[in-house]
């Protein structure tokens, strides 16, 4: 199983960027997507996750600007980030707890710019 991730660049604070994350491979279920990122000098940190039943769940300083979805056709989970802050900047790394193992993909860069 892989995850792609797709969509960081640069983007000017208060404006949005459209992450994307699609799983291949030989994949029977997917219990929940998510993304986590990862900002110079800290700790990795849970974003957003997406359960299989369509509970989402937000860190709090996402709330309200960011929002997760998912195509379970394509396997695919999206976070669409709007009014993004300069503190947003961090790498976004996927995951995905796919027929109950963990899975990560490679990390896109998102730059806000003050």
């Known amino acids: 199983v892989q995850l792609q991730a797709s969509g960081g660049g640069l983007v000017q604070a208060g404006g949005s960027l459209r992450l994307s994350c699609a799983a291949s491979?030989?994949?029977?279920?997917?219990?929940?997507m998510g993304w986590h990122r990862q900002a110079p000098g800290k700790q990795r940190e849970l974003v957003a996750v997406?359960?299989?039943?369509?509970?989402?769940n937000y860190a709090d300083s996402v709330k309200g600007r960011f929002t997760i979805s998912r195509d379970n056709a394509k396997n695919t989970v999206y976070l669409q980030m709007s009014s993004l802050k300069p503190e947003d900047t961090a790498v976004y790394y996927c995951?995905?707890?796919?027929?109950?193992?963990?899975?990560w993909g490679q990390g896109t860069l998102v730059t806000v710019s003050s």
């Open positions: 995951n995905g707890f796919i027929d109950y193992v963990t899975y």
């Open positions: 491979g030989a994949i029977f279920s997917i219990q929940h």
């Open positions: 997406s359960t299989s039943r369509g509970v989402t």
